[in-house]
């Protein structure tokens, strides 16, 4: 059986999080879709609020710990990524975005992607399509036409989702898995030794 590794990152605070609600649910319908059509899933999910200081360390060394250079290893190494964040202050949280600051602007070309967001209010919906989308196009990543955007309003008092955002979900996840089945993407091994031909250290900016 030919497996699909599919990565899922979560920018949520809480404890439980509707982000991390959000994210499990969008990868429980990819896994569900990427079964019926043969393949076997391996999924691996994370919290970034678990390396937190590890990223802000990061930001201000130039290294990663062991802890975060596994998630960055896991989520680059990925055939597909699910990254979902809160909406804070209108567009994505520091957290989620300092996540993606740190890995190297070059580890996620060509990787399909799945955003999401969770948010108090719908009105906040197109950060989706001003500040998600155009991180991941910056990183050259493939980013599924659908986004899915879940407002307080779209959970029920149970945390189970209302209305339409199952048929949001399962859109997107349908556009992930139609990428997600020819996926070419070499496994990219991550040393944290490694120095690029400008000796920038892992993570570091490179023009492209
Ligand atoms: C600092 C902060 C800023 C926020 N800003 C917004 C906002 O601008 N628009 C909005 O709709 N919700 C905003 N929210 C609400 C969160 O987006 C929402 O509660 C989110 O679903 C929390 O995710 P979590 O349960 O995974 O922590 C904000 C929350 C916090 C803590």
């Known amino acids: 059986m030919t497996t699909r590794t599919l990565a899922v990152v979560s920018a949520g605070l809480s404890q439980p999080s509707s982000t991390r609600m959000l994210a499990d649910k969008i990868a429980a319908a990819a896994v569900a879709r ?55 202050t209108a567009s994505y949280s520091g957290l989620f975005k300092s996540f993606f600051d740190v ?17 108090g209010t719908p009105r906040h919906s197109l950060a989706l399509d001003f500040a998600l ?35 949001r979900i399962d859109r997107a996840a349908g556009e992930l898995v139609a990428l997600m089945k020819d996926s070419q993407r070499p496994s990219r091994v991550h040393d944290l030794f490694v120095l690029d031909a400008s000796f920038s250290p892992t993570g570091a900016y490179t023009a492209s």
């Open 34 to 88: 990427l079964e019926e059509q043969g393949f076997e899933v391996a999924v691996e999910s994370f919290d970034l609020r678990d390396v937190a200081q590890d990223i802000t360390n990061n930001l201000l060394t130039g290294f990663a710990s062991a802890k975060l250079e596994k998630v960055i290893v896991a989520v680059t190494g990925a055939d597909g990524l699910i990254a979902v964040s809160p909406i804070f």
């Open 103 to 119: 890995i190297d602007n070059r580890s996620l070309t060509d990787m399909p992607v799945v955003i999401g967001a969770t948010a």
């Open 133 to 167: 989308r155009p991180l991941f196009t910056y990183l050259h990543a493939v980013v599924v036409p659908s986004g899915v955007f879940a407002a307080t309003g779209d959970w029920g008092e149970t945390g189970d989702t209302v209305r339409s955002l199952p048929a």
